[in-house]
């Protein structure tokens, strides 16, 4: 099925018979020059192409560990149908492919029926995955959102999902003052992808005005960080935020930063002696196979996209602006205790204690 986009040009998305959705893959949303560089929106050609994009395999997600996968899938229980379905996207849909500089791609999920009527506009609802900024892609079949988008359908109240891959690990977090490498890479990804979707998703059939972001873990205390931003363009209307918030990860100070990167890649045999060019020069597979696959990546407090230190005591200072934009209407937490980590400690406790 070809969709016609206004500004896109036409699009070939995957019909998804099994939620009767479309997914459109592999939407460039940002260009990122060269390692540790800021990414660049990506604008479509004027006037819109006329060959139509193919949108029916995933785009390149940032490269990683071989083990985050895994790893991830272990959190919420091992379902060896999600792992066959992962290899499966892996084989016929272009999954396994990791680019550092490819990887600012996204998805949009449109219901069945809207491809046909889309004369109104519905809200739209965009997922960041969790991963402890060092892992997950919007390939993952745990993170597949069209059901969210079927569900939505089911109930009356239809939706445009978009679900984003961000910078990971050194790539989107590294940060050092002697090495001249500034951080926050990921973070800027992400809200290269909010003004992406301002832009273009009303062609899809969504509010460009009724954005609400949602995300869990690492997505969650991105979401929430983008708060204590200033962003030239309101990211979004309304925030879900999932067992995360940016004083669980808390940007460090640039020294601070710098002196994990020093430790870190001296640990593993990564000597820069100073040298950027070094670290340039790795191939991404070896640097990501050469450091642990979860470090302690995180923000970054480089004055200019995060200015200050987040606090729980400022977040909670009501008469206080920090943290409360008001490009962000809305606001709904969740952290249920013991959710996510059921499955590592089920062997020791009873259904009892488990109740209680």
Not at 14 to 19: G, N
Request: aromatic share 10%; proline share 9%.
């Amino acid at each position: 099925m070809v969709l016609h986009h206004p500004t896109l040009g036409p699009l070939i998305g995957r019909h998804i018979p099994s939620t009767q959705t479309t997914q459109y893959r592999n939407l460039k949303f940002a260009t990122i020059p060269f390692r540790f560089s800021d990414p660049i929106l990506f604008s479509p050609p004027l006037p819109p192409p006329t060959e139509p994009y193919d949108a029916t395999n995933f785009g390149p997600s940032c490269p990683q560990h071989p083990s985050c996968f895994k790893y991830d899938l272990s959190i919420v229980g091992n379902s060896p149908e999600l792992e066959e379905e992962r290899e499966r996207r892996i084989s016929e849909e272009g999954a396994g492919v990791e680019d550092e500089l490819e990887c600012a791609n996204l998805i949009v999920v449109v219901p069945e029926e809207l491809q046909i009527e889309k004369e109104e506009l519905f809200p739209v609802m965009v997922w960041v995955h969790g991963g402890g900024f060092s892992g997950g892609s919007n390939s993952w079949p745990q993170y597949d959102i069209s059901k969210f988008v079927q569900t939505s359908t089911e109930i009356g109240k239809p939706i445009i999902g978009v679900a984003l891959n961000y910078r990971l690990g050194p790539f989107g977090f590294l940060a050092s003052s002697e090495l001249g490498v500034k951080g926050n890479y990921g973070l800027k990804d992400q809200a290269c992808a909010f003004e992406w979707i301002k832009n273009h998703i009303s062609g899809f059939g969504g509010d460009p005005n009724i954005v609400t972001a949602f995300g869990e873990s690492a997505g969650s205390i991105s979401l929430t960080t983008h708060l204590h931003t200033q962003p030239s363009t309101p990211l979004f209307n309304r925030l879900v935020a999932l067992s995360g918030d940016p004083t669980l990860r808390r940007p460090n100070t640039l020294a601070q930063q710098t002196k994990y990167a020093t430790q870190i890649l001296t640990k593993h045999d990564i000597s820069t002696t100073n040298n950027i060019n070094i670290l340039l020069d790795i191939p991404a597979q070896e640097l990501v196979l050469k450091l642990p696959p979860y470090g302690a990546w995180a923000p970054t407090i480089d004055g200019s996209y995060i200015k200050d230190e987040i606090t729980v005591q400022k977040i909670a200072d009501n008469s206080s602006r920090i943290g409360k934009p008001e490009w962000c209407e809305r606001v709904l937490i969740g952290d249920a205790l013991g959710d996510v980590f059921t499955p590592f400690f089920a062997p020791f406790i009873s259904s009892h204690t488990f109740v209680s």
